[in-house]
């Protein structure tokens, strides 16, 4: 067994043993360099992005949800249900009007330029002035620059951890500490399983690349760099990336993407139209007839994983991504 595997399973043994203590408020939070206060359970929050919104879900806090916005992907299955029953303020960005209507008492962001010192939503400072607290999934804001690069810039590599320290944060700031506890064993145990997948298939040597999208589909893409969440994922299962810029999603040419030659292309599906890209079947049809990329070691053996786009977020879908790339990779043949 891999040491991270055993550390990962070991480390999954002891959180079992504990209880989890109720909340006690006034609670205080830390959050991206803001300090939150809550009286009590949040009972109305507006998500602004998916990777919040599911993580409410699947602490089992649809009920708290009033509205939603920011969505790459179709809600998860089975959280359908749930989610018909909350209103989509916005598939894309809300306007701070549309957010504050719905008087909550909570809005969980998902990414800081959508509320921050350049918000597209908002400021926090605006939020806060009217003693709605804001809370920045921390996989966004810890050890990132968000005013350098489209998306912003990586100054250390994305952790892992910032995922279940959302879920232990915001399951504390709704009293399910519980429930907070029991998903991230599960997410640990699923990250266990799909590095124990990918071990013997001997990826020394393999590298990829991940195309998330193109504002046009002649121009140069928006692919993965080096140190955010896709980067991880790869790693995790014994990949390189072959883009190195730290910033979130650089655009890369695709002369210089065929010279690096990636053993593997990974390819983002999602459900949303903003870019020509965004569709996934357009992507493989510029991959198979454009002169560059159609010669590549990975098009013409057909190594292209499709993945949903909110797998290569910092949300729960980074775990199930992780699984369905490691399965994927592990039924090719790598001697072609």
């Not at 998916?50 to 179709?74: H, R």
């Not at 009007?97 to 605006?126: C, D, F």
Request: proline share 5%; with cysteine.
């Amino acid at each position: 067994m891999l040491p991270r595997v055993a550390t990962l399973i070991t480390g999954l043994s002891l959180c079992t043993l504990a209880q989890a203590a109720p909340t006690a408020y006034p609670l205080t939070v830390e959050n991206c360099a803001s300090t939150l206060t809550f009286e009590h359970t949040p009972t109305r929050t507006v998500t602004i992005g998916q990777a919040g919104t599911e993580m409410l879900y699947a602490l089992g806090l649809g009920d708290k949800v009033v509205g939603t916005s920011l969505w790459f992907n179709d809600v998860l299955a089975r959280y359908k249900g749930q989610n018909d029953k909350v209103e989509r303020l916005a598939d894309n960005e809300p306007s701070f009007e549309a957010v504050i209507g719905k008087r909550p008492e909570l809005v969980a962001v998902e990414l800081e330029w959508m509320v921050g010192p350049q918000g597209a939503v908002g400021t926090r400072e605006q939020f806060h002035e009217l003693k709605i607290p804001t809370y920045l999934l921390p996989s966004d804001c810890e050890a990132k620059d968000n005013l350098v690069g489209a998306d912003g810039t990586r100054l250390a590599p994305f952790s892992i951890d910032s995922i279940y320290k959302s879920v232990s944060q915001l399951a504390q700031i709704f009293d399910v500490q519980d429930r907070g506890e029991r998903l991230n064993d599960q997410l640990k145990a699923s990250l266990a399983n799909s590095i124990a997948t990918a071990q013997g298939k001997r990826l020394k040597d393999a590298s990829a690349l991940v195309w998330f999208s193109s504002a046009q589909m002649d121009i140069e893409p928006f692919v993965a760099g080096h140190k955010g969440v896709p980067d991880f994922m790869l790693t995790t299962l014994g990949l390189r990336n072959v883009v190195q810029s730290d910033e979130e999603w650089p655009t890369v040419g695709w002369e210089t993407i065929a010279k690096a030659n990636p053993t593997f292309l990974v390819i983002a599906r999602m459900d949303r139209r903003r870019f020509p890209a965004d569709d996934y079947e357009k992507k493989l049809a510029f991959l198979r007839s454009d002169p560059v990329t159609r010669n590549m070691d990975a098009v013409k053996n057909n190594r292209i994983v499709i993945l949903d786009a909110m797998a290569m977020q910092a949300s729960l879908r980074v775990f199930e991504g992780i699984e369905q790339l490691a399965t994927a990779i592990n039924g090719y043949d790598l001697s072609k």
